[in-house]
C-alpha cells in the first residue's frame, strides 16, 4: 500500500487533511472513502489495516480528519454531525474532482450514522459498509451525561473522550438529537454490509439490528466476535478489510485496467515488517515470513511463492497437454517440497560434493480414466513445463537501484 497525503476544503472553506491509500501499482480499480468516529482520526491504526486489506485487492481509499480534528482546520467546538455529513461530502466530490468518484463508502461508529446520511449525495456510491456505527447518532448524548447543567447552564463544555479533552457545545447535541438516520437508511437503495461485535462497549450491537430493520435488501450483517469498538485486535481490522473488498465485488462494477507487460511487471514492496505486497500481471498478492523468523504469517515465504509457481506452471502444462490429447482427465493435483540437502544426499545431483542444494520434491496426481502409457507420458511433460525448465536452466539476473536515491 502506497500513502499519499492530499487537502481538500471542506463547505466552509476550511482545508481538510487526507490520505490517499492506493494499491502498490498505483492502479485502482476502484475508490472508497472511509469516515472514521467521533473524535478519532484518520491516523488509528484500525483504519490502516481496512485500508491495507481493500489496497491488495486494488481498491484505492481515501480516510480523512473531520474538521477541527487532527491536521485539518476548523474549530472543533464549531462541528456537529450535519457538518460531518458535509465533511464526507466534500471528500466525496474531491475524489470524483481529482481521481474517480467513489464507489465504496465505508463508515466507522459516528462516520457510519453520518454516512447513511451522507450518501443521498453521492450518487456513485454502490455499495455502502459500517463497523459498529449507532442507528440513532443521538446516543453519543451520553458522553455529556455528567455535563448536563453545565452544558445547559454555559451552552458549552469541556470533556474527556480517550483521555484528550474537547470542546463542545450545546448545538452539537440539539443536532445529533434531530438527525434522521433511520430514514436515510430506508432510502439507501444501495447495498449494505453492517458489521458489529456483540462486545462493543462503546454502540450496544441492537442498533446494528435497527439499521439491519430498516435497511432494504440487498444487505447483509456479519458480527464481530469479541472484537472491541476500536478494532484494536489488528486481525479483526484486517478481517473486515478482507471481507469488505470480497463483498464489494458483487454490487461494484470495478475498472479492469490493462497491464502493462513492459519492464515491471511484478511490483514488490516491503514496509517496516516482513509483510510484503505483491502486484503480478494486476493480480494482488502476499508474502511473509513465519512468526517464529519475526513475521507475521499473513503469506507464503518467497520460497513458497516460488515453488507454487512450480507447482501451478505443472498442473497448468499437463492440463494443456491432455486437453490437445483428448485425454479424460479430471483433476490434476501437485504435492511439493522444498528443503536445503547436502548435495551427496541428493542421487540425481551432479557432484558438488560438500555443499548444499536446493532439493524440490514434487508428486503429480491426475484423476482421470488414463493407462499406463498416458501416465507415463504426462511424467515426461511435467519436465517441460516453462517454470521447470527456468529453474533447472541458467538464470542470469541483474540488480540496480531505481528511483529516489538512485
Not at 484528550?164 to 438527525?179: T, W
Not at 435488501?217 to 479483526?236: C, M, R, V, W
Not at 516482513?274 to 515465504?301: M, N, Q, V, W
Not at 484423476?367 to 516453462?386: F, M, N, T, Y
Request: glycine share 8%; hydrophobic share 40%.
Amino acid at each position: 500500500m502506497r500513502s499519499k497525503k492530499v487537502y481538500f476544503d471542506n463547505a466552509e472553506g476550511h482545508k481538510l487533511a487526507a490520505f490517499i491509500d492506493f494499491p502498490i501499482d498505483g492502479k485502482p480499480r476502484a475508490y472508497a472513502l472511509f469516515a472514521h468516529g467521533f473524535t478519532l482520526t484518520k491516523h488509528l491504526k484500525a483504519i490502516t489495516h481496512i485500508n491495507r486489506a481493500l489496497a491488495a485487492k486494488g481498491i484505492a481509499v481515501l480516510r480523512f480528519d473531520f474538521t477541527g480534528l487532527a491536521e485539518s482546520e476548523g474549530d472543533f467546538a464549531d462541528t456537529n454531525f450535519s457538518s460531518n455529513v458535509t465533511d464526507i461530502i466534500a471528500a466525496a466530490q474531491f475524489l470524483e474532482r481529482e481521481y474517480e468518484a467513489p464507489k465504496i463508502l465505508i463508515g466507522h461508529s459516528l462516520g457510519g450514522a453520518a454516512m447513511f446520511v451522507a450518501a443521498r449525495d453521492i450518487p456513485s456510491a454502490k455499495a455502502i459498509s459500517t463497523i459498529g456505527a449507532p442507528c440513532d447518532p443521538s446516543h453519543i448524548a451520553h458522553i455529556f451525561s455528567d455535563h448536563a447543567e453545565a452544558l445547559e447552564r454555559n451552552g458549552e463544555v469541556e470533556v474527556s473522550i480517550g483521555g484528550r479533552p474537547f470542546r463542545l457545545k450545546k448545538q452539537f447535541l440539539d443536532n445529533v438529537k434531530e438527525a434522521e438516520t433511520c430514514a436515510a437508511i430506508h432510502d439507501l437503495k444501495r447495498a449494505l454490509l453492517i458489521f458489529h461485535s456483540p462486545a462493543d462497549e462503546i454502540v450496544d450491537i441492537k442498533h446494528a439490528q435497527r439499521i439491519y430493520e430498516a435497511a432494504r435488501h440487498p444487505k447483509s450483517f456479519i458480527t464481530l466476535d469479541k472484537a472491541d469498538h476500536l478494532l484494536k485486535q489488528e486481525s479483526d481490522a484486517r478481517y473486515v478489510g478482507t471481507m469488505i473488498a470480497t463483498w464489494a465485488d458483487k454490487y461494484v462494477p470495478v475498472r479492469q485496467l490493462e497491464w502493462d507487460s513492459g519492464p515491471h511487471e511484478v511490483r514488490v514492496r516491503t514496509g517496516s515488517s516482513f509483510y510484503t505486497e505483491i502486484k503480478s500481471g494486476g493480480h494482488g498478492l502476499l508474502a511473509d515470513e513465519p512468526i517464529r523468523l519475526g513475521g507475521t504469517d499473513r503469506g507464503p515465504t518467497p520460497y513458497g511463492l516460488l515453488v507454487s509457481a512450480l507447482g501451478s506452471c505443472t498442473s497448468i502444462t499437463l492440463r494443456m497437454y491432455a486437453d490437445q490429447k483428448g485425454w479424460d482427465v479430471d483433476e490434476i493435483n501437485v504435492y511439493l517440497n522444498h528443503e536445503k540437502v547436502h548435495a551427496e544426499d541428493c542421487k540425481d545431483c551432479s557432484e558438488t560434493t560438500g555443499l548444499k542444494i536446493d532439493h524440490i520434491e514434487r508428486l503429480i496426481e491426475v484423476v482421470g480414466d488414463l493407462d499406463a502409457k498416458q501416465r507415463s507420458r504426462l511424467l515426461e511433460i511435467a519436465d517441460r513445463c516453462p517454470v521447470h525448465k527456468t529453474l533447472n536452466g541458467q538464470v542470469h539476473i541483474t540488480t540496480k537501484f531505481f528511483g529516489a536515491g538512485a
